[in-house]
């Protein structure tokens, strides 16, 4: 018999009509022979709200008490979902990281797993009882409640899968799939049938906004298959694959664009070894997140190091990188803008296809669009542009790939 | 050193003002070198809403699912109180049923506590933290997560003091203690100082609307001493005794009504031994809980048996002793009222002074109120009058008995 985990969290669930299609979903799937583990997240906003609650109850908000709060969403979302269930005819029980085995460090907000032992969940199913977990959250060695972290939902449930060997994973969510751009950027994106792991974890690092990194990254190493498809249409999805089998495979898959970070530029550091590591450690003890990082050449003795970082962290990495610490670093002085956008093409067969970042690179200036940054990785080119001009950038490039849907 | 549980819930922590005023508070009473450990239920209407939004999901709504949602309120209003806390300086944990140790049966809704063992609580005073217990909850041998019922963090609060031989337990409350009758309906109702268990258990048997009956009674078995008091103007309320220490106190204590129920006569019963008995039977396993019961005078080998049930509890009741059951008891026919209110003087003095039911049906009399049941304990007297009529019996009572303020 097939098992599947299905993961559901968010607009899926937002009110007791989704809860109820969600219900007739599993229920048909089970008519159809498969056996099903849900793991539920918080209903619609529900994250944000305890967020904002605790903000204005508190201006000490200790992780232990954070992640007790937080994971009562979850907690609601999974009970409701069961009752659901029965009224779909569909004996299901619910239960908590805990329960479900779900041993994690003592990390709180953002907890790792260490282990599962889901005997409850195998308990269940052997007794034909739909199991329904609560997403994203475990107990810790210490016996508290942690949470995983926003997006964790779908790392419980790909790991889940792993223990309990599924035959697959599917996310659900409120897009039929990954496309090869955002398709309210481009009308003209189409969706894929399958991706390959090494491809979406590019994409989901540049501003693909599903599923969570960490979850495609533990699919990856435990080869989990993944189906992420919508809750909405219930069509099929795009499949995420360990190896592309297509060898028709276009070089470039995707186009993706982030707005959501800025550049900082450290102008006039002294060019000698450590500098560079000196200040990326002050940033990391402050528990700032760099993403892209360029060093200029080096002129006469001195060099710029530029790097960007998500905006809500800018004001916090600017501190850091002042008084003694810059002068420590060597540096004139330290530059900002926050009015940049990431563009990035990803797509494995770029691999063995130079020239890849150079028709990138023609297509943005024919199109008088100024490259700011540039990295890559071997499946990636990834360049900062004017945020004004990264959509324009997106949709030029879409088409100079041979993207748009015919 | 003194060690008090105190519990709050309900409108005493409904917003995050409530939630700070209620920290002050704790933070006062530990500066002034009291141990004090916290039992906290839902914010203000949660849990109605929790079961609002449970009805909207599904009309099969098994109990163990109903208990891991409703039990999330508490949950969210522990972790939020601990920071609270944190912002007032005193540091806190929050526990949940489970980790607070609160062993319960499978009786999931209503669960009963079978054992304590608050390793955790006891760990976390030892270390000058306070402990922040959910109420109303626990897990129970089934390992499942089990709610105590409505009302059930007053039970917590209670059992918790025991265990811990604290010395006080205190349930605050939106109003400042117990009065000798509601002072909607009565202005010159007066606050009582102190009270015995039995005539408490009497009040909350016959509508005094605090605290809740089931936590009274284990206060009573166990000895705890119990503070009613208010979390809003933090005034002394009313002590809770095993015994009125007071000579001087008056033979009726207070005065209660209670409109929440029904009638319903079950006319021209067979009046043999057994047919009584088997018409609460039918009653008790249909989860019918009947409250008075009174049986006429036989005329003739026939009887009409009288009883109240909860007004929500009408429809079943009535469903139940219909077709063969009713044909079984060999009755000609049921009748109901809804239009009932039930009146009761409480007093421990009454027990020593013949003649108070005479005076209350005296004073009914004179007022032109009809009393349609009667029935009595050792400490009090309630009557069945016509609803409309309620308020008037008890503020003539209120006088009769000279508990009106001078």
Same mark, same amino acid.
């Given at each position: 018999?097939?098992?599947?985990?299905?993961?559901?969290?968010?607009t899926?669930?937002?009110?007791?009509?989704r809860? $109820?299609?969600?219900?007739?979903h599993?229920a048909?799937c089970?008519?159809?022979?498969?056996?099903?583990?849900?793991?539920?997240?918080?209903?619609?906003?529900?994250?944000?709200?305890?967020?904002f609650?605790?903000?204005q109850?508190?201006?000490?908000r200790?992780g232990?008490?954070?992640?007790?709060?937080i994971?009562?969403?979850?907690?609601?979302?999974?009970?409701?979902?069961?009752?659901?269930?029965?009224?779909? &005819?569909?004996e299901?029980?619910?239960?908590?990281g805990?329960?479900?085995?779900?041993?994690?460090?003592?990390?709180?907000?953002?907890a790792?797993?260490l282990e599962i032992?889901?005997? $409850?969940?195998?308990?269940?199913? +052997?007794?034909?009882? !739909?199991p329904?977990v609560? &997403?994203?959250?475990?107990?810790?060695?210490?016996?508290?409640?942690?949470?995983?972290?926003?997006?964790? +939902?779908?790392?419980?449930?790909?790991?889940l899968?792993?223990?309990?060997?599924?035959?697959?994973?599917?996310l659900?969510?409120? !897009?039929s799939? !990954?496309?090869?751009?955002?398709? $309210?950027?481009v009308? #003209?994106?189409?969706?894929?049938?399958?991706?390959?792991?090494?491809e979406?974890l590019e994409m989901?690092?540049?501003?693909?906004?599903?599923?969570?990194?960490?979850s495609?990254e533990v699919?990856?190493?435990?080869?989990?298959?993944?189906h992420?498809?919508?809750?909405?249409?219930?069509?099929p999805?795009?499949? #995420?694959?360990?190896?592309?089998?297509?060898?028709?495979?276009?070089?470039? $898959?995707a186009?993706?664009h982030?707005?959501?970070?800025?550049?900082?530029?450290?102008?006039?550091?002294?060019?000698?070894p &450590?500098? +560079?590591a000196?200040?990326?450690?002050?940033?990391?003890?402050?528990?700032?997140?760099v993403?892209?990082?360029?060093?200029n #050449?080096?002129?006469?003795?001195?060099?710029d190091?530029?790097?960007t970082?998500p905006?809500?962290?800018?004001e916090?990495?600017?501190?850091?990188?002042?008084?003694p610490?810059?002068?420590?670093?060597?540096?004139?002085? #330290?530059?900002?803008?926050?009015?940049? &956008?990431?563009?990035?093409?990803?797509?494995?067969?770029?691999?063995?296809?130079?020239?890849?970042a150079?028709?990138m690179?023609?297509t943005?200036?024919?199109?008088?669009i100024?490259?700011?940054?540039?990295?890559?990785?071997a499946?990636?080119?990834s360049?900062?542009?004017?945020?004004?001009?990264?959509?324009?950038? !997106?949709q030029?490039?879409?088409?100079?790939?041979?993207?748009?849907?015919?």
């Amino acid at each position: 018999m097939t098992l599947v985990v299905q993961k559901f969290g968010g607009t899926s669930v937002a009110d007791p009509e989704r809860m $109820r299609a969600v219900a007739d979903h599993v229920a048909r799937c089970i008519r159809r022979g498969t056996q099903v583990v849900l793991v539920i997240s918080a209903m619609g906003k529900e994250t944000d709200e305890l967020l904002f609650m605790a903000e204005q109850v508190s201006s000490k908000r200790p992780g232990r008490e954070m992640d007790m709060l937080i994971t009562a969403g979850e907690r609601k979302a999974c009970a409701l979902m069961c009752m659901a269930l029965a009224d779909a &005819g569909v004996e299901a029980q619910s239960f908590t990281g805990s329960q479900a085995g779900f041993l994690t460090d003592t990390n709180h907000r953002n907890a790792k797993i260490l282990e599962i032992t889901p005997d $409850r969940v195998v308990d269940a199913l +052997s007794k034909n009882i !739909v199991p329904v977990v609560a &997403g994203s959250q475990g107990v810790s060695t210490e016996r508290d409640v942690t949470f995983l972290g926003r997006g964790g +939902s779908d790392t419980t449930a790909v790991a889940l899968a792993h223990t309990l060997e599924a035959d697959l994973c599917e996310l659900y969510t409120d !897009v039929s799939g !990954v496309f090869t751009t955002d398709p $309210r950027v481009v009308s #003209v994106a189409t969706k894929m049938q399958s991706i390959t792991f090494d491809e979406l974890l590019e994409m989901t690092a540049t501003g693909c906004p599903k599923p969570a990194m960490r979850s495609v990254e533990v699919a990856h190493n435990y080869q989990v298959p993944l189906h992420i498809r919508s809750a909405f249409t219930w069509e099929p999805g795009t499949l #995420v694959v360990q190896e592309e089998p297509d060898m028709e495979q276009p070089i470039i $898959r995707a186009v993706t664009h982030d707005l959501s970070e800025s550049k900082i530029t450290v102008s006039e550091v002294e060019d000698r070894p &450590g500098v +560079s590591a000196k200040l990326f450690r002050y940033l990391a003890d402050g528990g700032i997140n760099v993403d892209m990082i360029v060093q200029n #050449v080096s002129d006469q003795g001195c060099t710029d190091i530029s790097f960007t970082v998500p905006t809500e962290d800018l004001e916090a990495a600017t501190e850091i990188i002042s008084g003694p610490n810059l002068a420590d670093l060597g540096s004139k002085g #330290v530059s900002t803008d926050q009015a940049i &956008g990431r563009v990035s093409i990803v797509g494995a067969g770029m691999k063995s296809n130079p020239g890849v970042a150079a028709t990138m690179f023609e297509t943005l200036a024919d199109n008088g669009i100024n490259i700011e940054m540039i990295s890559t990785s071997a499946i990636r080119v990834s360049c900062v542009v004017e945020a004004s001009r990264a959509e324009d950038a !997106v949709q030029a490039l879409h088409t100079a790939f041979g993207l748009d849907a015919a």
